[in-house]
C-alpha cells in the first residue's frame, strides 16, 4: 500500500519533457531496483562517510501514478538545510547516470526528520569517521513525528556522550556548535581528543 502523497515541492531537475512510456527501460520492478541501487549509496554532502539513506535523507524509492516515473522521497534534515539542493541535484544526475528518466524528486517535510532516523550502519559510519552518533531522541517514538517535551539540565545531553575514539564517556561539551549547526564540538577527557557530536533533533 502507497502512503499518500505528500509532495511539497518537485525538483526544478525534474526532466522537462513529459514521462511517455517510451522513455521509460525496464520494467517497473527493474526500474525499482536499479533506482535504490543509484540512489541508496549517494553520500551526505556534508558528512561524506554517510549515504543519505543511512541519514534516513533518503525516505523513500518508489514509481509514480503512471508506473514508470522514479520518485525519490527525501525529507531535510532541518528546516533551511543548505545540503538540500546540492542532494536534489546528486539525486537527479544519479538517476540521469543510470539512464532512468522520467524522475521527479518529492521533498517531504512530514513526518519531520529526526536523528533517531539515522541507521545503525550510518551510526557506525559516523563513529569510524570520528563524529560521535546522536542519542536517542524520543524516549520510545510511538509516533516519530511526536516529540515529548523533555526537562533537562541546560546545555547538558541527555546521556552520556560517548568519545568516537576510545569510548570513554568522561567527555566534555566546548561549543554548541562544531563545523557546521547541527553539530556540537565536544572533547574527551581521557583520550583528550576533540570530536565532532552529532546533536539528537
Ligand atoms: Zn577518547
Known amino acids: 500500500m502507497r502512503s499518500p502523497p505528500d509532495i511539497a515541492t518537485s525538483s526544478p531537475f525534474a526532466p522537462a519533457f513529459p514521462a511517455s512510456p517510451g522513455a521509460a527501460t525496464g520494467t517497473p520492478e527493474d526500474r525499482l531496483a536499479r533506482a535504490w541501487a543509484a540512489l541508496e549509496a549517494i553520500p551526505d554532502p556534508e558528512i561524506p562517510v554517510v549515504s543519505i539513506r543511512d541519514l534516513g535523507i533518503l525516505r523513500d524509492v518508489r514509481l509514480g501514478d503512471d508506473g514508470l516515473t522514479v520518485e525519490a522521497v527525501i525529507t531535510p534534515t532541518y528546516s533551511g538545510c543548505p545540503a538540500m539542493s546540492q542532494i536534489e541535484e546528486d539525486v537527479g544526475r544519479a538517476l540521469d547516470a543510470a539512464a532512468l528518466a522520467p524522475w521527479r524528486v518529492c521533498t517531504v517535510l512530514a513526518p519531520a526528520w529526526t536523528t533517531d532516523w539515522i541507521t545503525e550502519a550510518g551510526r557506525a559510519s559516523l563513529r569510524a569517521y570520528g563524529i560521535a552518533p546522536p542519542g536517542q531522541c524520543t524516549a520510545d517514538a510511538p509516533a516519530r513525528h511526536v516529540k515529548p517535551l523533555r526537562f533537562v539540565p541546560r546545555m547538558q545531553p541527555a546521556a552520556a556522550v560517548a568519545c568516537p ?31 565532532d557530536y552529532f546533536k539528537p533533533y
Not at 569510548?167 to 583520550?191: M, N, P, V, W
Open 165 to 195: 575514539r576510545c569510548g570513554s564517556t568522561h567527555t566534555q561539551e566546548l561549543s554548541r556548535f562544531a563545523s557546521t549547526a547541527c553539530k556540537a564540538l565536544y572533547r574527551c577527557l581521557d583520550c583528550r581528543e576533540p570530536f
